[in-house]
């Protein structure tokens, strides 16, 4: 049961314009979001986080917004650039009890010149 | 500088054969994770130790065994019972309050 959701596999984005990267997931005791980008061959790093008390938090090129009744989240950059090409991943973790991250499937981006 | 290292990057054996897999931090971090990544899915939690000397099962743990002798490593042994052992594992950590966990560069490991 996949309880966090990147529906879509991959996404190709022209320069400067925005990239926006979704998740869904389903456990409502989700409590704390986190974005990691991936370069092949490599371990991801972290790239932005929200609570849920939060709606949007934002930091230089990245907004993360968040609807908790739509149990929805979305990664905005803009302007991209060709470096942000990587995959994407969203993951979950529940505040109560052991404090396990829950990957999304991951999304592509491809910025394109 | 502080990081989590694992080695090696690339790694090949043959069916049957138990591997390990390395994995050490220097940044005195307390919890320390291993996951797994196969093409086109997320990162699956192996296993994961909160203190030196205990470890828990991750999702998905059949096959696979961890030590966690001291703070600053946790290695991963990849065992002949684990059916699809072909995959790209990441070593993890963070302190514990902390929700961002910080990755090593990965081991590819192929068995053939």
């Known amino acids: 049961d996949q309880q966090v959701k990147q529906n879509s596999p991959s996404l190709s984005v022209q320069e400067g314009r925005i990239s926006i990267l979704n998740c869904d997931y389903t456990?409502?005791?989700?409590?704390?979001f986190l974005w990691y980008k991936k370069y092949p061959a490599e371990g991801p790093t972290f790239l932005i986080s929200i609570s849920s008390i939060k709606d949007k938090n934002e930091d230089g090129r990245f907004t993360v917004f968040l609807n908790k009744s739509a149990k929805h989240l979305s990664l905005h950059i803009v302007p991209s650039q060709p470096g942000d090409s990587a995959v994407y991943f969203c993951a979950a973790l529940g505040l109560q009890g052991a404090q396990k991250l829950v990957f999304g499937q991951g999304t592509r981006l491809t910025i394109n010149p | 500088d502080g990081g989590i290292t694992q080695s090696p990057k690339y790694l090949f054996r043959k069916e049957g054969q138990n591997v390990t897999l390395s994995c050490e931090q220097n940044?005195?971090?307390?919890?320390m994770y291993w996951y797994r990544q196969d093409p086109g899915q997320g990162l699956r939690l192996i296993y994961y130790?909160?203190?030196?000397?205990?470890?828990q099962k991750g999702d998905i743990a059949e096959g696979y065994s961890v030590s966690r002798e001291k703070k600053e490593s946790f290695p991963l042994t990849v065992t002949s019972a684990q059916k699809n052992p072909t995959a790209f594992y990441l070593c993890a950590s963070n302190n514990l309050g902390d929700y961002e966990q910080y990755f090593g560069p990965g081991t590819r490991l192929t068995v053939t």
């Open positions: 456990n409502s005791m989700f409590d704390y």
């Open positions: 130790s909160q203190i030196v000397n205990d470890f």
């Open positions: 940044l005195n971090h307390d919890a």
